[in-house]
Structures are given as C-alpha cells and as structure tokens.
C-alpha cells in the first residue's frame, strides 16, 4: 500500500499455463482482481500506468478490463532463443493506482488537487481510520453530538457551568456531553466509551480550560501541554497551576474535551450530506466495493474551475457527485445553469459516467431540474458528451431515493 492509496506488487508475479495449453503455440490474457481495489476501463489506465516503480514497461502490454488488470501472456522483450518457460511469459509487477491517482491522470492536461473540504476529510479519516468509519459517524448520533462544540449552537439540557466559549473553540465537561440530548439515545455507559474512543483517536483532546494572573483569557490547555508551571496563550505570563487559575470554583479542576479544529470545520461545512451520500452508494454497490474519494477541485490555467464533492470508481465506471443540504444547485436560473455547467464540464475532463446530485432535501427544486433536463437535451442533440445524471434526494433520512434523470418529465425510481 502506497502512502496515496494505490497498491503495488511487491514480486513479479508467478507465469503460469492454464491447463490444455500450449506457451510455444498459444497466447492468452491473464486477469488479476485485487479485492476491494477495483479499476474502471479508462483510456489512461494502461502501459506505465499500471507498471509498478521498479517493474519493466516493456515486458508485456497491459491495461484496465473487468474491474482489474489484464496483460498478455508472453513476453514483448527480447526473448532469447532456447529461454525457459520462465523467461518466454511475462511476470510483470504491476500497480493499482488509488482514485485519486486515476482521477489526475484522466484529467491531464489539467490539474486535480484536494480542495480545502478535502483536506479536511483526509484529516478526519486519519484520525478514524477509514472513510467508512467517518460515513457512519455522520450517519449516527455521534455526529449531532459533535455538533454541540460549534460556536454558537444550543445547548439544552447541558449544565451551565458545563460548558464554555472561549475565544478560539467550545470546550465542554463530560457532564454536558452526558446530558446532551441524543437520538437514538446513548446511555452514560455508551457515551463514555466513545467519548474515551474518540479522545484515544485524537478526534476529542482532553484537557483543562485555565486563565491566566495577568490577562483575562482563559484558553484550553491539552493534556500533554499541561504542567504545574506553565505560559498563557494570549499574554506569555507564566502561571502556577493552581485553583485561581481554573474555571470553576471547584477544589479540583475538571477533564474538560475540545474538538479537533479540522473536524469542527468538517461538521460547520455540511460534511455530513456528501459523507451520508457515499455510503448510501456504497452499499447499494453490488460485487467489489468501490473506490471512494474526497472533494478535490480541477484546475485550469492554474485555478479551479470545479469542485467536486465526491468521487466513486466501480469495475466498470467513473461517478462525481455534489452535494447540497439545500434542494437547489443555486439561488435563481442562472446560478443553476453555471454551477450545472462546471459539474458538466469536471465530468468531462475526466470521462466520468455519471453525475450524481445529492440533496439531504425530500427533493430537488423545479428549477433545478428543469434546468439539468435542458443542458442534457441539448447535449445529447448536438451529439456532445453528457454523463448520465442521477438524483440521490433524502439523503440521510431513513427512505432515500436514487434515479435516473431523463430530458423528459419521466424518470426511474429505485428506492431502498
């Protein structure tokens, strides 16, 4: 596994002859899967593409085909006469390349590269683990829990002297985390499991909110940065930890968490709705898994012209997707025509199949329909590229809704 996603061979993988046979008269393809690491049929997924670091271009002609990678039995080489069988079939070490990786090939020769929501997400699966790990926790009470630490939220339930506003974050005690109100409901046993699961993973950081004897800002101080003597983050003065300095009246000071600061912009951006989209997809996916990437814009003469919200690849095609929390791509007909027309334009640049507009909404606005069933008349009459363009409404609520968009007022409803 490659630090970008994609999967090498480490060895030249072993020439065999499938029974009946022969390597001096015959010829054949061979087919190798790699499980949950499938390959879309792209026109860039061949030659170099596919060889790995140390492997040998030119020993046999290979390409994507079937979800995998598929390459000619025998040697394109020199081949010497009187060779082994080992030495006449290839043994190529070959590479799965991630989907990022694919996605900035197809797009040559323009540029691909993690938007700041991508970055965001890569930081919040690293802390996870996995993409799915971070779908279900949108897709769970943990992530309303989460939420509580925006600025400005409200906060029932909690005590008051449970929680606070400082200037850079909200931190809060286990008490308010305890009585925030939940559904479904996670009892205290539940709640603090993942409150230390979360802190073990670095998604929480526990610490203590401390002032300071020469300023009145009190800020919060990690676990790992805390000492008897330590220097306010405002002023520099240096304090004793002592019960002056915290924030409650209490004899001794209280373990209070703070939320990553890359998580917290993950959540106050609506990460949710496109983090609730691919998993719905994912597991509507039949055979291998897909592949899955985060939002990333592509670039022209150097500056983004679209930015896409996610990224699917399957065995046999290329999806993007947007995603809205709202049920229009824009306020009035012509924002809707343009942001259409980017999304257009991104499937374009990199030969995707499918668009997928998501909305947590029950449905798309008229106009936004309209709108996409014209620019797709119009393409397909002209004899121009136009993805299929699929609507995923209900995001996140429990009957979601995928179909086909059709340039006619009918479409095909699946529903889970």
């Not at 496109?274 to 996916?285: F, N, S």
Request: proline share 7%; aromatic share 8%.
């Amino acid at each position: 596994m490659l630090p970008d996603g994609s999967l090498e061979a480490a060895l030249g993988l072993p020439a065999e002859v499938p029974p009946g046979l022969d390597a001096a008269r015959d010829k054949w393809q061979v087919l190798l899967v790699a499980s949950d690491h499938p390959l879309p049929p792209h026109r860039t997924l061949t030659g170099d593409a596919l060889h790995a670091q140390q492997g040998n271009v030119w020993e046999t002609f290979v390409r994507a085909a079937d979800g995998g990678i598929t390459y000619s039995s025998h040697r394109f080489d020199f081949v010497p006469r009187g060779a082994s069988l080992a030495g006449t079939l290839a043994a190529p070490r070959l590479r799965w390349p991630s989907l990022p990786a694919v996605l900035a090939m197809a797009a040559k020769p323009h540029r691909v590269q993690p938007s700041a929501a991508g970055k965001r997400t890569a930081v919040a699966e690293r802390l996870l683990g996995s993409r799915t790990t971070l779908e279900d926790l949108a897709a769970g009470p943990g992530w309303d829990l989460l939420q509580t630490f925006l600025p400005g939220q409200q906060h029932p339930g909690q005590p008051e002297d449970g929680w606070w506003s400082l200037k850079t974050s909200v931190v809060m005690t286990f008490r308010a985390l305890a009585a925030t109100p939940l559904a479904p409901e996670w009892d205290i046993s539940q709640r603090r499991a993942q409150v230390d699961e979360w802190a073990r993973q670095g998604l929480l950081r526990r610490g203590l909110a401390l002032g300071c004897q020469e300023c009145p800002a009190f800020e919060f101080y990690p676990l790992e940065e805390i000492t008897q003597q330590y220097r306010c983050r405002r002023c520099g003065a240096g304090n004793d930890l002592a019960q002056a300095r915290w924030k409650t009246g209490t004899s001794e000071p209280e373990w209070t968490y703070e939320l990553h600061p890359a998580v917290a912009e993950l959540i106050d951006n609506n990460a949710d709705v496109p983090l609730q989209a691919t998993r719905y997809l994912r597991r509507q996916a039949r055979g291998m898994r897909p592949l899955m990437a985060a939002e990333f814009e592509i670039l022209r003469n150097g500056e983004p012209f679209v930015e896409i919200d996610f990224a699917l690849a399957h065995a046999d095609e290329i999806w993007l997707g947007e995603a809205k929390k709202t049920n229009a791509l824009g306020d009035v007909h012509r924002d809707i025509k343009r942001e259409l027309c980017k999304l257009l334009d991104g499937c374009r640049a990199v030969a995707a199949h499918r668009l997928v507009l998501a909305t947590a909404a029950p449905a798309w606005n008229t106009a936004t329909l309209t709108v996409a069933r014209r620019e797709l008349h119009g393409l397909r009459t002209a004899g121009k590229y136009a993805p299929d363009v699929y609507l995923l409404t209900a995001v996140g609520s429990s009957a979601p809704a995928f179909e086909l968009l059709t340039p006619t007022q009918d479409a095909t409803p699946v529903r889970q």
